[in-house]
């Protein structure tokens, strides 16, 4: 079943989410499209240091699943999963921000470097070496290996520099983007709805009591 048929599916219960408020409604539409979540968070997870637990990317996602249920329009004629989708990631890249789990020297010198090697590309025409690279930021080639040893086991991917959480439909490209299979089948598809309750309650207990 495509997103299209999911929707008109659940028409009538978009509708006595929307028109009626209705809370059970809203529950059964969480429940759907929490494979969404599932999805998304399962490929952020693989960018992130280990100690980042999916289940807390799903916790964090279900945020922005919420939400995106709280403001999609219907009668814009949007798709709801590439809007959600977006709402869903910025609500994830948000709390990783909170949590401030890059270390704010470690991205500084990651924007640095990435200054120094676009200026030397600009400069030479060519990927820069190891070593120009080094001298360009000042640095021994040693210390410039090891800066790149602390940037790779952060996993730094520019999340606070390119993600536009305001839905402008405007955002810019950044690596979270190439984190997603354009060749994946339908993410609604791939995960059963049995399959996902467990995960789902889990990341449910761990929201704030008034977004439950």
Known sequence: MGGQDRYHDLAEVWRRYKEENDQEARDQLILAYSPLVKYVAGRMSSGLPAHIEEADLVSYGLLGLI?????????RHIKFETYAISRIKGSIIDELRA?????????SWA????SAVTRLENH???TPTDEE????????LEEYQELLNQISSSTIVA???FWDT????????NLIDTLEDKEAPDPLESYRMQALKETLAAAVRRLPERER
């Open 67 to 75: 939400g995106a249920l709280e403001r999609f329009d219907p009668s």
């Open 99 to 107: 949590l401030d789990w890059v270390p704010r020297s470690v991205r």
């Open 111 to 114: 924007r640095k470097l990435e």
């Open 124 to 126: 030479l025409g060519r």
């Open 133 to 140: 690279t080094a001298a360009e930021l000042g640095l021994s």
């Open 159 to 161: 999340l606070d520099e």
């Open 166 to 173: 305001a839905g402008t439909g405007q955002d810019k490209a």
